[in-house]
């Protein structure tokens, strides 16, 4: 079971949070050369980075990925990296390597082999944080997606993906990777996100893929 802390509300549910990641990287460098953190895009985590970027820790030893990427230029409103460009690496993040999970190219496939290379050198992550859709969706595993079983089961690190719930194709760290991080936390704002996730907890993770990574994660969850 999966632990579940609940906030007041959703402002003070980012700078709590954004406190414990911090605190989690300070203690990884404290025994090894670099730490890994891994986020994911979406609306949601915007203010986690705000605060994340302006604690003073040594950024310089600290790699930074994203859970899944859509796959469009950063010139586009839909681009993670974009995100992460605007509101985690700068301030004191600012000095952060980031490792990016898109490369200029028609389809994700043709970019999967460096891509997956360059995520491996990463390993392994320190800390990660996952959002949900009320699909039950995490990173890019989606039901109903043409590589659900690859992405669910494979032993592959990366998966490239399409399906109906989603605008574009993606890009995804497996369910392997994902379990595979030291600290795991799934971030949920609203009454449907957390009826979705009491939902899922009863279904397969083929119909809620969330549940293939509930066990050892704490989520945090406000209801506005
Ligand atoms: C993405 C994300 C995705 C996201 C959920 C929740 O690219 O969309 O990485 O997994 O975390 O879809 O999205 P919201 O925070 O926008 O509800």
Same mark, same amino acid.
């Given at each position: 079971m999966p632990v579940i802390l609940q906030y007041p509300d959703r402002a003070l549910l980012m700078r709590d949070l954004a406190e414990m990641v911090a605190d989690q990287l300070i203690e990884a460098l404290e025994t090894q050369e670099s730490a890994t953190l891994v986020v994911p895009g979406g609306t949601t985590p915007g203010p986690i980075f705000d605060s994340l970027c302006a !604690? /003073? &820790? /040594?950024? *310089?030893r600290v790699r930074v990925m994203l859970t899944d990427e859509r796959w !469009?230029?950063?010139? *586009?409103? +839909?681009s993670n990296t974009r995100l992460l460009r605007e +509101? &985690? &690496? !700068?301030?004191?993040?600012?000095?952060a390597t980031y490792v990016p &999970?898109?490369?200029?190219?028609?389809?994700p496939e043709e970019k999967l082999p460096e891509l997956s290379e360059a995520l491996s050198q990463?390993?392994?992550?320190s800390v990660m944080l996952l959002g949900m859709g009320? /699909?039950?969706?995490t990173a890019s595993i989606f039901?109903?997606? /043409?590589?659900l079983d690859l992405a669910l089961?494979?032993?592959?690190n990366l998966v490239a993906m399409r399906a109906p719930g989603a605008p574009e194709p993606r890009i995804t760290l497996s369910a392997k990777v994902l379990k595979s991080a030291i600290s795991r936390h799934i971030v949920i704002v609203g009454a449907e996100k957390r009826e979705a996730l009491e939902k899922a907890r009863h279904l397969s993770p083929e119909e809620a893929p969330v549940t293939a990574i509930l066990n050892g994660s704490i989520i945090h969850w406000a209801e506005r």
């Open positions: !604690v /003073d &820790l /040594d950024w *310089s !469009v230029p950063e010139t *586009s409103e +839909r +509101r &985690l &690496l !700068v301030n004191h993040a600012a000095a &999970l898109y490369a200029d190219a028609e389809t990463l390993m392994p992550i009320t /699909d039950m969706h039901p109903g997606a /043409d590589q089961h494979g032993n592959e």
